[in-house]
């Protein structure tokens, strides 16, 4: 079992940069396949990016591609999720879930997410 816990989330500006950090818990992290997820309110919960547990393949969605970049180091349980130029649309919730199926590419369905954290809000002002 995992437990995940997301940080770096805050209030920033239109065109502006944060860091999201997912740092885990437990033993066997690199077994794990990370996503980001995003709630704004009133809207279902989206895959953003996600990373599979060998950190060869990574995913983004379309509205985010090209701005937004995962990585992760095994060595200190932790995944990153780099936002630039960011827009007020980005608001939402950011949540980081593990998938624990080892596949090689990234795994995009919500409902096959094992483990989740609590979130972290971002606001982006215009």
């Known amino acids: 079992q995992v437990q995940l816990v997301e940080s770096g989330g805050g209030l920033v500006t239109a065109g502006g940069s944060l860091r999201l950090s997912c740092a885990a818990s437990?033993?066997?992290?690199?077994?794990?396949?990370i996503g980001w997820f995003r709630q704004a309110p009133g809207k279902e919960r989206e895959l953003v990016a996600g990373?599979?547990?060998?950190?060869?393949?990574?995913y983004y969605a379309d509205s985010v591609n090209g701005r937004f970049s995962i990585s992760r180091d095994n060595a200190k349980n932790t995944v990153y999720l780099q936002m630039n130029s960011l827009k007020p649309e980005d608001t939402a919730v950011y949540y980081c879930?593990?998938?624990?199926?080892?596949?090689?590419?990234?795994?995009?369905?919500?409902?096959?997410?094992?483990?989740w954290g609590q979130g972290t809000q971002v606001t982006v002002s215009s």
């Open positions: 879930a593990a998938d624990q199926a080892r596949t090689i590419g990234v795994v995009t369905s919500l409902g096959e997410y094992d483990y």
């Open positions: 437990g033993r066997t992290f690199n077994i794990y396949g």
């Open positions: 990373i599979n547990w060998s950190g060869r393949s990574t």
